[in-house]
């Protein structure tokens, strides 16, 4: 009776959210969706939310917008950022002329300000974009308020748009807000405004939103994305939040791809296309899976290569976005320059002093070595024969070490802070003189890519290949590890370490290859168990293993489970060099 109850209470809520906004935008056929939930918290940001997307589409054009955000996006502005700065503008556009027509409304939006200014304050002041939107709530409640020059010149361009007369001017207001705010070279890299709305609809067919194979194997059509793009254009905060929980669900979701003969021919070519060419030869990438892909991997098959960004087979969409990723990688590297190199010189001090140490010779009573006059005297009278000393000395250089980093889709919001965590690993260790390999993994149908940025052997100036890190697919974490510790097991330095960059969410797309069995789904529980046992197999094999945890906390139990005691949750990024370098420190101070 009471689920009863709420339903018809929801549905009672959707209808009169729904009536308004049909109402104020005088077009009863308008389909958008509604951010009911946030009712429960406060009306207020409920019924607000209808005015302004009411107001929004009667007074402009939200195609016109959406297609624009499209186009900036295709050329390589941030998407989520530029949304935020959409959504502020749209509400700044509309909320007058809505006001004009309903007295109520100006309260209305006042009361949706404060409760939301309550609820929300601490997520808005983590981004810049919600710092803006922070600062323009708070001058609507209070014309008096003061922040900074930067925040306030922004504002002010927002509140402008309170005469806008046209579409084109809320674009130009977002459009320069996102230059001047976000990124400053973005003009000098891609071109202004006009450069941006010149980007034809064919040019966005051919360069991804078509043909272009997604990373779940399935096709999202320019049209659907564009609906979207609208939909987003008006969402509140708590409905931002509720779709990028959706959008982690629908991420650990396993898909099932059924193929034909035709499509496995084209396989391996649209795996050369989004990753860039193989460094190895067919003839080895084959023996490789014959001998690695078996029992849970065995429909599959390794692929290994340097990148797009190395060795590209044409300058398709896939090579501009993962362009646009490295720069991004390297703006974040450089924004946190000195937290890097902070992070970088405690780790190589600590490998250096583990080093030091085992560099040092320890003198030892013994059966035999060098004699010590002054305990001769034991002879014939004791049963100690411990009459010699000798020197013990380790083999300071005998490590090897590989990092492993998880880059599938799950890790898109994280790529820029792993790329730094990869690169100060790195780092440190080319400080130290260790040898050491840096791969990315993540799978696109039945292969598991394995993106090296640099080998054992290779200099420092090699480390700085891991700010083309970037994510996409899902990712089987047991055959990854699998083929590191077969790399690792190649090596002749005794001492072998694997470190694993990951989410502690295994999962991927099973394959329906015409005339095989179904694989069982690489997902879940059973995904979990065969990377641990992976791990577990390593150690026995004499690899140390460390599981470097960068996910959610709802996903700990299942790196638990997969490293044992062994993994570092690295909540921190300015604490990473500790945790880290601890377990390294660990790992060379024991005896061989």
Known sequence: MKEYMENELEMETANRVRNLMWTVSGDYSLDVKLDVESFQKSRYISLYDAVKQGAFAKYFDKDALALYVVKKVFLGADEMNLMNLAQVCVDAACH???????????????????DT?????????ESLTGMLKLTVMKRALDPSYRTTRKLSEAAEKVESLEEAGETMDLIRVVDGLYNSLLDNTFEEKQGNLEEVLSVTLEELAEYGW??????????????EYMRRVSRSMMRTDSEEKEEKKQGESEAGKTHVVRITEEDLKKVY???ELNFGKSFMGRLEGRRLDHKLCRGAHGDCSLYFTEGILKNPVKNNY????????????RRVYAQHHNLARKNISILTDVLKQALVRRSEREQVRDDYGQVVPNLLWKVGRTRDRRLFTRDLGRNASDFVVDVLVDASGSQRVRQPKVALQGCIISRALSNAGLPHRVMSFCSFWDYTILHRFRDYDEDREADKNIMDYMTSSNNRDGLAIRA?????LSREEENKILIVLSDGRPNDIIVNRPNSKNPRSYGGEYAVMDTAREVRHARSLGVSVLGVFAGRETDLAAEKKIFGKDFAYIRDIANFSNVVGMYLKRQMDRED
């Open 269 to 271: 070519s649209y795996v």
């Open 96 to 114: 007058r002329r809505a006001e004009e027509e309903r007295s109520g409304v100006a309260a209305l939006r006042r009361r949706a300000f404060a």
């Open 210 to 223: 078509k043909d272009f194979l997604k990373e779940d194997a399935t096709e999202e059509s320019f049209e």
């Open 484 to 488: 590191a510790v077969d790399g690792l």
């Open 117 to 125: 200014l309550d609820l929300e304050y601490r997520r808005l002041t």
């Open 318 to 329: 896939q090579y501009q976005y993962a362009l646009r990723q490295a720069e991004q990688n």
